[in-house]
């Protein structure tokens, strides 16, 4: 026990080791970024479990994204292993909340099976229903403003009583077509991301024993939780008000989805016992690089001013780089990429690198360019697996077996491959089904059996379709629900492909890249694979991570094992598309080594040794859209205190629409520029000597760097731009002609302005 402990408290700093180990019951640790929030909030849990003995089934740990949480999984059980890890009540706010409702669900007329509807379904039933209402309302806003009042906790029930007594007929409008929505939902059996923490909340009031075991919640990245968050943590805590937060003011990007700032007080003013700890050393990044930071963090002059203090070196300058377009832009990113390789020898690989993007959309041209080197890389937040035609079209009939209520997954895969039921067909059996009150599903049944009250005329040819239609899920429902021979998510997935011949169905649709295509059908069968079911129910209690622990006479029948091991798979497939699932891509079973290219949002509380920050220009970052400076500056500051020893920050003249920009407006002061250089930086032994201290991984020989700058020689590509020779019409010239002081003149053009 005794060194487990050690393993457990070792290496922490003096403020870790009080957080760590604190008797506080309620406690709250701010900190800035590279700090060790995250780091004492795992060892927190670890001390929890072994010096105070909490059952790890009592302990819920909450975190933001679906990475963070397996990353926090690995690292407890690094430090105590033994697999207890495991049944820590450990994940997202979203994957948390979806199991007590699976369990627990019914209590408050949650139906068995429901699915979850992702932002592409939300955005399809919205406009359906204003469509068939008639009215004009702006499908977007609607959907951010629903999305806004539920995530304050608010329904539209409550909401329809407010707007009663109103007379602006935008209103009005706004609250019937939240009505219809949420109607639209329920008939669907579906829940949306809001719904999941909204209906926890309910459940969780009507019913606080389905959370009497809770015994202590922890919650990473406080700063970004909103109302909904706030009362789900009071509820879960409710019986022992034991809880651990951490997180960081000077981070939160997330108030354009309603975070509340003000939970962190909020949360103080709820338990007068809170015990706030602060840490104060950066363990992460070079001080040149915190220094930087620091000065961008600071022009917000309403923030309290406090300051990233250094563990390491000064390190190497960051650099700031403007650029003649966003494809020269990307391209000096790749070359950077492969001489800071080369040069650091076997010091770093590709997935020590980061391009983090203000918004995805930014990717196509650095995406092109790695493409072009041949370099490896993943995009966290893009266009994601999950989003791609063929795989959407497998999933929805998925979703359909096992939930065939589900009208909008069943409208899009009625005529694919096709079988004679029209656009307007489909669209005329779903309006009517909705008028009906039915859901689409059992309209189609009752108009093939003729049904009196149908006035949607169906030809034979289409009878027919929607006989095959019908067909394929029944008989596909039949496998799944066959108690005797329960099939897997991955079996019944083989079976609607062979079923649908899909793969020539591939090839007949999409002739170029039919083969990619088919690949990455292969990845998702290869993912459902994941889920087996396993027939015998007393095995399966032992093997189920995500069961929640038994409360005499709550929890609901389990459902037949086929169907469960189904919804668990479209779940996590749903939470994981709106939360970024990334998997490290395999090499012979290994995590291949790749360029990690996502949005800053989603970079939150990772690091990496080397990183770039491009497109730094004022319309991106900050955003022309977005409402809240000083949100737009914290998320510069979480992208730059991502780095760990090299920081590289760029803009291109031009932007995609062709017009000249101006340097971000937060990176072009003088105090800022002060801490930044446009020139290199040059990859030499100090540099190599710098990465490897903040690193603290073995650097590599003196002999290895002089071989390998020496390799370097001969390959100018990979000097560029450097070197500038002459080399009529190549990309080296024109670089060389472009003045690498332009980003000094863009300064002081803007140094003018400032000084009047
Ligand atoms: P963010 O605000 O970005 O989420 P954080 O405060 O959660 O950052 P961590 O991710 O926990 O910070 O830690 C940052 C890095 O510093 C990690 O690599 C971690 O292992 C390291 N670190 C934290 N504490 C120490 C320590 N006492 N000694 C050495 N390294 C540490
Ligand atoms: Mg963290």
């Given at each position: 026990?005794?060194?487990?402990?050690?393993?457990?408290?070792?290496?922490?700093?003096?403020?870790?080791?009080d957080?760590?180990?604190?008797?506080?019951?309620?406690?709250?640790?701010?900190?800035?970024?590279?700090?060790?929030?995250?780091?004492?909030?795992?060892s927190?849990?670890?001390y929890?479990?072994?010096?105070?003995?909490?059952?790890?089934?009592?302990?819920?740990?909450?975190?933001?994204?679906?990475?963070?949480?397996?990353?926090?999984?690995?690292?407890?059980?690094?430090?105590?292993?033994?697999?207890?890890?495991?049944?820590?009540?450990?994940?997202?706010?979203?994957?948390?909340?979806?199991?007590?409702?699976?369990?627990?669900?019914?209590?408050?007329?949650?139906?068995k099976?429901?699915?979850?509807?992702?932002?592409?379904?939300?955005?399809?039933?919205?406009?359906?229903?204003?469509?068939r209402?008639?009215?004009?309302?702006?499908?977007?806003?609607?959907?951010?403003?629903?999305?806004?009042?539920?995530?304050?906790?608010?329904?539209?029930?409550?909401?329809?009583?407010?707007?009663?007594?109103?007379?602006?007929?935008?209103?009005?409008?706004?609250?019937?077509?939240f009505?219809?929505?949420?109607?639209?939902?329920?008939?669907?059996?579906?829940?949306?991301?809001?719904?999941?923490?909204?209906?926890?909340?309910?459940?969780?009031?009507?019913?606080?024993?389905?959370?009497?075991?809770?015994?202590?919640?922890?919650?990473?990245?406080?700063?970004?939780?909103?109302?909904?968050?706030?009362?789900?943590?009071?509820?879960?805590?409710?019986?022992?008000?034991?809880?651990?937060?951490?997180?960081?003011?000077?981070?939160?990007?997330?108030?354009?989805?309603?975070?509340?700032?003000?939970?962190?007080?909020?949360?103080?003013?709820?338990?007068?016992?809170?015990?706030?700890?602060?840490?104060?050393?950066?363990?992460?990044?070079?001080?040149?690089?915190?220094?930087?930071?620091?000065?961008?963090?600071?022009?917000?002059?309403?923030?309290?001013?406090?300051?990233?203090?250094?563990t390491?070196?000064?390190?190497?300058?960051?650099?700031l780089?403007?650029?003649?377009?966003?494809?020269?832009?990307?391209?000096?990113?790749?070359?950077?990429i492969?001489?800071?390789?080369?040069?650091?020898?076997?010091?770093?690989?590709?997935?020590?690198?980061?391009?983090?993007?203000?918004s995805?959309?930014?990717?196509?041209?650095?995406?092109?360019?790695?493409?072009?080197?041949?370099?490896?890389?993943?995009?966290?937040?893009?266009?994601?697996?999950?989003?791609?035609?063929?795989?959407?079209?497998?999933?929805?009939?998925?979703?359909?077996?096992?939930?065939?209520?589900?009208?909008?997954?069943?409208s899009?895969?009625?005529?694919?491959?096709?079988?004679?039921?029209?656009?307007?067909?489909?669209?005329?059996?779903?309006?009517?089904a909705?008028?009906?009150?039915?859901?689409?599903?059992?309209?189609?049944?009752?108009?093939?059996?003729?049904?009196?009250?149908?006035?949607?005329?169906?030809?034979?040819?289409?009878?027919?379709?929607?006989?095959?239609?019908?067909?394929?899920?029944?008989?596909?429902?039949?496998?799944?629900?066959?108690?005797?021979?329960?099939?897997?998510?991955?079996?019944?997935?083989?079976?609607?492909?062979?079923?649908?011949?899909?793969?020539?169905?591939?090839?007949k649709y999409?002739?170029?890249?039919?083969?990619?295509?088919?690949?990455?059908?292969?990845?998702?069968?290869?993912?459902?694979?994941?889920?087996?079911?396993s027939?015998?129910?007393?095995?399966?209690?032992?093997?189920?991570?995500?069961?929640?622990?038994?409360?005499?006479?709550?929890?609901?029948?389990?459902g037949?094992?086929?169907?469960?091991?189904?919804?668990?798979?479209?779940?996590?497939?749903?939470l994981?598309?709106?939360?970024?699932?990334?998997?490290?891509?395999?090499?012979?079973?290994?995590?291949?080594?790749?360029?990690?290219?996502?949005?800053?949002?989603?970079?939150?509380?990772?690091?990496?040794?080397?990183?770039?920050?491009?497109?730094?220009?004022?319309?991106?970052?900050?955003?022309?859209?977005?409402?809240?400076?000083?949100?737009?500056?914290?998320?510069?500051?979480v992208?730059?205190?991502r780095?760990?020893?090299?920081?590289?920050?760029?803009?291109?003249?031009?932007?995609?629409?062709r017009?000249?920009?101006?340097?971000?407006?937060?990176?072009?002061?003088?105090?800022?520029?002060?801490?930044?250089?446009?020139?290199?930086?040059?990859?030499?032994?100090?540099?190599?000597?710098?990465?490897?201290?903040?690193?603290?991984?073995?650097?590599?020989?003196?002999?290895?760097?002089?071989?390998a700058?020496?390799?370097?020689?001969?390959?100018?590509d990979?000097?560029?731009?450097?070197?500038?020779?002459?080399?009529?019409?190549?990309?080296?010239?024109?670089?060389?002609?472009?003045?690498?002081?332009?980003?000094?003149?863009?300064?002081s053009?803007?140094?003018?302005?400032?000084?009047?």
């Amino acid at each position: 026990v005794t060194l487990l402990m050690e393993t457990i408290l070792d290496g922490l700093n003096a403020a870790q080791h009080d957080a760590v180990t604190s008797p506080a019951n309620v406690l709250q640790v701010l900190a800035p970024p590279g700090s060790g929030k995250t780091k004492t909030l795992t060892s927190r849990v670890a001390y929890l479990l072994r010096h105070d003995r909490y059952r790890p089934w009592n302990v819920i740990c909450l975190t933001f994204t679906i990475k963070s949480s397996r990353e926090m999984k690995e690292r407890i059980s690094k430090l105590i292993g033994n697999g207890i890890e495991s049944k820590l009540i450990l994940g997202t706010f979203h994957s948390v909340c979806r199991r007590y409702l699976v369990t627990y669900g019914h209590l408050i007329g949650i139906h068995k099976g429901f699915g979850i509807a992702d932002s592409t379904d939300t955005t399809s039933i919205i406009k359906r229903v204003i469509r068939r209402l008639g009215l004009t309302i702006d499908p977007k806003k609607a959907q951010s403003r629903i999305s806004s009042l539920k995530s304050r906790g608010l329904t539209h029930t409550e909401l329809g009583q407010q707007e009663a007594t109103r007379k602006d007929v935008e209103q009005q409008e706004f609250a019937v077509v939240f009505g219809a929505y949420e109607n639209q939902l329920a008939q669907s059996n579906l829940l949306d991301y809001d719904d999941l923490l909204l209906r926890s909340v309910d459940l969780l009031r009507q019913h606080p024993s389905c959370v009497s075991n809770v015994e202590v919640v922890l919650i990473d990245e406080f700063q970004d939780t909103n109302l909904v968050q706030f009362d789900l943590m009071r509820l879960f805590a409710a019986k022992h008000k034991r809880i651990t937060t951490v997180g960081d003011p000077d981070q939160s990007i997330y108030g354009w989805r309603s975070a509340e700032i003000e939970n962190l007080k909020r949360m103080q003013k709820q338990y007068p016992d809170t015990v706030v700890i602060h840490l104060e050393d950066n363990y992460r990044s070079s001080a040149a690089i915190l220094l930087a930071a620091q000065e961008v963090i600071e022009q917000d002059e309403s923030r309290p001013s406090k300051s990233l203090l250094p563990t390491h070196c000064p390190g190497t300058v960051p650099v700031l780089r403007r650029l003649p377009s966003a494809d020269v832009e990307a391209q000096w990113i790749v070359s950077e990429i492969l001489r800071v390789a080369c040069l650091t020898g076997n010091l770093l690989t590709y997935s020590d690198f980061a391009i983090l993007l203000r918004s995805a959309s930014l990717s196509r041209q650095v995406e092109a360019a790695m493409g072009k080197a041949g370099i490896p890389y993943r995009m966290v937040g893009g266009q994601r697996f999950f989003d791609r035609v063929e795989i959407k079209i497998l999933l929805d009939y998925l979703r359909v077996l096992s939930q065939p209520h589900n009208n909008d997954a069943l409208s899009r895969i009625l005529n694919i491959p096709a079988r004679g039921v029209g656009t307007t067909t489909a669209k005329g059996l779903l309006e009517e089904a909705e008028m009906r009150r039915v859901s689409l599903w059992i309209h189609i049944r009752d108009a093939i059996q003729g049904h009196a009250s149908i006035r949607t005329k169906i030809s034979k040819a289409v009878e027919h379709g929607l006989g095959s239609f019908t067909n394929i899920i029944l008989t596909a429902r039949k496998i799944c629900i066959d108690d005797v021979h329960p099939q897997s998510p991955v079996d019944l997935l083989r079976y609607i492909i062979k079923k649908l011949d899909f793969k020539a169905y591939l090839h007949k649709y999409y002739d170029n890249d039919h083969e990619s295509r088919w690949a990455n059908v292969e990845e998702l069968i290869a993912q459902a694979a994941e889920y087996p079911v396993s027939g015998n129910d007393v095995l399966r209690e032992k093997k189920d991570d995500d069961r929640l622990p038994k409360i005499e006479g709550l929890e609901q029948e389990i459902g037949n094992a086929a169907e469960e091991a189904l919804a668990k798979f479209l779940a996590n497939v749903a939470l994981a598309t709106e939360f970024q699932r990334e998997d490290d891509e395999l090499q012979n079973g290994r995590p291949l080594s790749q360029v990690t290219i996502s949005t800053i949002h989603a970079a939150k509380g990772l690091e990496w040794p080397v990183v770039f920050v491009p497109s730094a220009y004022d319309g991106c970052i900050p955003h022309s859209r977005a409402e809240d400076t000083d949100e737009e500056r914290r998320l510069l500051y979480v992208a730059m205190t991502r780095a760990q020893a090299l920081l590289y920050m760029s803009c291109p003249t031009k932007n995609s629409h062709r017009e000249e920009t101006m340097l971000s407006s937060f990176l072009s002061t003088k105090k800022v520029g002060e801490f930044l250089t446009n020139k290199g930086p040059t990859v030499d032994l100090d540099t190599v000597k710098d990465i490897s201290r903040i690193l603290r991984r073995g650097s590599p020989s003196m002999v290895e760097v002089v071989e390998a700058s020496k390799k370097l020689q001969n390959r100018e590509d990979s000097l560029w731009p450097l070197n500038g020779k002459e080399d009529n019409g190549s990309l080296q010239a024109r670089w060389s002609k472009w003045d690498l002081d332009a980003g000094d003149e863009q300064v002081s053009k803007r140094r003018r302005l400032e000084d009047g």
